[in-house]
């Protein structure tokens, strides 16, 4: 008998119907590994800004983790509508999660150092830098979760080490941000006595004093700012460690 035009082959009706009541497994080791190479490429990113200051890079973050959104918000899609999972379905979950956390507070930190016109530093630099590393890391760890266990532990232990490096100086730059040295270098550097902006609080206020003030006042606000954006970086490595535990507690119940 002669196949007619527009005949299609379709599977047998049992097959149609265990499709129907077992559909397949959605590949969660790619899904979760798409997520952590945008992370990386987020926070290679991030990094370069916090390098230059340059807005190009700045904005490029915020589009890649407005893309971050939408790949968090697609693997949780799958993950609700999936029959089976590898692993532990909350622990898949928190995966989703707690990968897309670290770009949203690189974002954060870019979109407040704009509104408060806080210029990338030195310490910011280097948490930023660390920040990649552990993205890094979380992608090595993803990516062969399936394959080589043993391997994604170690890479898990990788990321909760950066988490330590980040802290020690976070600790460190906030240490000389409030320190009276940095305060003092900071009037040398525009070649003024510590005591000129202190004598104007205790004398009745004129022109000059008030101006002395505010530079002083200034001083403080600029403290306070970079100060948040320390925190910042200090919580996106809080939230990259978290990943890496979970990593951790995959490798381990599947063991």
């Excluded at 989703?96 to 949203?104: E, F, S, V």
Aim: aromatic share 6%; net charge negative; charged share 30%.
């Amino acid at each position: 008998m002669s196949k007619r035009p527009g005949d299609v082959k379709r599977p047998p009706s049992l097959v149609r119907i265990l499709n129907g009541l077992f559909p397949r497994t959605p590949d969660f080791h790619q899904l979760l590994n798409d997520q952590c190479e945008l992370v990386v490429q987020g926070m290679e990113v991030f990094a370069e800004y916090m390098m230059t200051g340059d807005q190009a890079a700045a904005d490029r973050v915020r589009q890649l983790e407005h893309e971050g959104d939408s790949l968090k918000a697609r693997n949780i899609d799958i993950l609700n509508r999936s029959f089976a999972t590898p692993y532990d379905r909350e622990d898949i979950y928190r995966a989703i999660t707690a990968i897309d956390d670290g770009l949203n507070y690189a974002k954060t930190s870019v979109w407040e150092m704009d509104v408060l016109g806080v210029s990338p530093d030195k310490p910011m630099a280097e948490m930023a830098d660390l920040l990649l590393q552990g993205a890094r890391s979380l992608q090595r760890g993803f990516s062969v979760l399936k394959t080589n266990p043993g391997e994604a532990e170690r890479a898990a232990n990788a990321v909760r080490k950066t988490e330590r490096h980040v802290e020690k100086v976070y600790r460190r730059a906030i240490a000389e941000l409030f320190s009276p040295q940095h305060y003092a270098n900071d009037l040398a550097a525009r070649r003024k006595d510590l005591s000129e902006d202190l004598r104007p609080l205790l004398e009745p206020d004129d022109k000059a004093s008030c101006d002395s003030v505010l530079k002083g006042v200034s001083f403080v606000m600029e403290t306070l700012k970079r100060r948040e954006i320390y925190r910042h970086l200090s919580n996106a490595a809080d939230h990259f460690a978290h990943a890496g535990d979970i990593l951790h507690d995959i490798t381990v119940k599947s063991a």
